[in-house]
């Protein structure tokens, strides 16, 4: 079983910068994909970016495709969310989420694939 703590949300200005991060417990972060997800006020959780276990892909959402780059670094079992370019539609509560999965370069980006999830991180972007 793995838990999740997400950290670096905040208010940021459109066009600015955030990165979040996410610390896993356990001693087999390698053997879970990482996936960053994110809720809209009214609005149903969505997938923004997926990381294998090997971190060799990544795969993100179409809206957010040239602006967030999702990495991970498995020595610190921490996976990160580079967000720039930020827009005032990108305002939601983003979750970290680990899928355990034996084979090394799966990334799945369905949301039902993911069985442990952190507790969130607001992120807000003013215009």
């Known amino acids: 079983q793995v838990q999740l703590v997400e950290s670096g949300g905040g208010l940021v200005q459109a066009g600015g910068s955030l990165r979040l991060s996410c610390a896993a417990s356990?001693?087999?972060?390698?053997?879970?994909?990482m996936g960053w997800f994110r809720q809209a006020p009214g609005k149903e959780r969505e997938f923004v970016a997926a990381i294998s276990g090997s971190g060799g892909r990544t795969y993100c959402a179409d809206s957010v495709k040239g602006r967030f780059t999702i990495s991970r670094d498995n020595a610190k079992n921490t996976v990160y969310l580079q967000m720039n370019s930020l827009k005032p539609e990108d305002t939601a509560v983003y979750y970290c989420a680990a899928a355990l999965t034996a084979r090394a370069w799966h990334a799945p980006m369905g949301l039902y694939e993911y069985g442990y999830w952190g507790q969130g991180t607001q992120v807000t972007v003013s215009s």
């Open positions: 356990g001693r087999t972060f390698s053997s879970y994909a």
